[in-house]
């Protein structure tokens, strides 16, 4: 398929309207069948969503996983659902040594969408260190795994194997989400770690074993500053690129996705300091709430990062997915509002730079 100058694509998730948050809901009377039949219906409708809107690119908007991090529990056994003491939300903690589950969990996704679109599909796995963070505890899991690092190295492989069967099932792209490792671009976080640079290089270090050697399918990462996080008022992480440079230019992927709509996010002039075969998904569009970016906003945030870049090397998307838990009760409508304008942006773009 020939490469397509600034196509528009989403990052991952899309917002669960209210039937599809109570499809997935602990308490849902569905049976299994039917379960299957209307979440693959809700599924085909967040494709079509994505198509009207005109995008180059498309997810099925992480609609099957209940979490988008608690989807490795669907890959290995080992882990317990239990409540975060802090907020009550549900949180997923390794308790026993890993065991690969369902090898094709999230492969089976693709091979779903494949049956009824076209367009180029991207699907998404979490970043090993990213999982560590969020599902080693000391008092529940040290028995498993006496670190957390001896954890998330037992997760690289689980990961590499769903890489696999997600190449052989015909994907676009793969992207690792890692918000972790952008965490360090935010002196206050820095500030908590011993090394931050050893703990940043830890994290570089499991994406790469991840990807490592594979062909065949085009690989990225997320650098999420959380963005969603926004929609339920939670802190954002603020700071240039410029203290994780130097992992960011270790990644052997082919695309990185960078948030740039959000304030803080630092000068685009990093972009020269990165190698030049990567390809940038410029975070143009903001996820927040209520905010729309109309296309003329959208353009120029492109045309700054074209002072640093070549028009071949831009993918525009959102800054983050557009689903802050899979709870969260986002407008759908608005969304899709969003992504009509990004793609109107792209379409402005291609006439202007082709």
Not at 111 to 134: C, D, V
Not at 191 to 218: H, L, R, S
């Amino acid at each position: 398929m020939a490469e397509l100058l600034f196509p528009a694509s989403v990052i991952g998730s899309l917002p669960r309207p209210l039937f599809v948050r109570e499809l997935i809901a602990e308490d849902s009377s569905h049976s299994e069948s039917e379960y299957e039949r209307l979440m693959g219906a809700a599924v085909q409708y967040a494709v079509a969503l994505q198509e009207a809107a005109g995008l180059d690119v498309v997810t099925d908007g992480e609609w099957w996983r209940k979490s988008y991090i608690g989807v490795i529990a669907e890959l290995a056994h080992g882990f317990e659902l239990s409540r975060n003491p802090a907020d009550g939300r549900p949180w997923t903690i390794v308790t026993e040594r890993l065991a690969p589950k369902q090898p094709g969990f999230i492969a089976r996704e693709v091979s779903y969408l494949k049956r009824f679109t076209e367009r180029r599909i991207k699907a998404t796995l979490p970043a090993p260190a990213l999982l560590g963070e969020r599902m080693w505890d000391p008092a529940k899991s040290s028995k498993a795994y006496p670190t957390r690092e001896s954890f998330i190295e037992d997760c690289v492989p689980i990961l590499r194997r769903e890489l696999e069967l997600l190449r052989d099932a015909g994907v676009y792209m793969v992207q690792i989400d890692d918000p972790h490792l952008c965490l360090f671009v935010d002196e206050s976080v820095r500030a908590q770690y011993d090394d931050p640079d050893k703990a940043a290089d830890f994290a570089a270090a499991m994406d790469n074993a991840v990807v490592e050697d594979m062909t065949g399918v085009k690989l990225a990462v997320h650098l999420c500053r959380r963005a969603g996080a926004r929609a339920r008022g939670e802190s954002q992480h603020s700071g240039g690129f410029d203290p994780i440079l130097p992992q960011l230019r270790r990644l052997n992927v082919h695309h990185l996705t960078m948030e740039f709509t959000a304030p803080g996010a630092g000068d685009m002039a990093v972009f020269t300091q990165l190698p030049e075969h990567l390809e940038i998904g410029l975070g143009c569009v903001s996820t927040q709430p209520g905010q729309i970016d109309s296309p003329e906003t959208i353009v120029g945030r492109v045309e700054m990062a074209l002072k640093y870049l070549a028009p071949e090397r831009i993918t525009l998307n959102p800054d983050c997915g557009f689903a802050p838990g899979s709870a969260a009760n986002v407008s759908i409508d608005e969304v899709y509002q969003k992504l009509k304008n990004e793609v109107e942006a792209a379409r402005r773009l291609r006439e202007k730079y082709s």
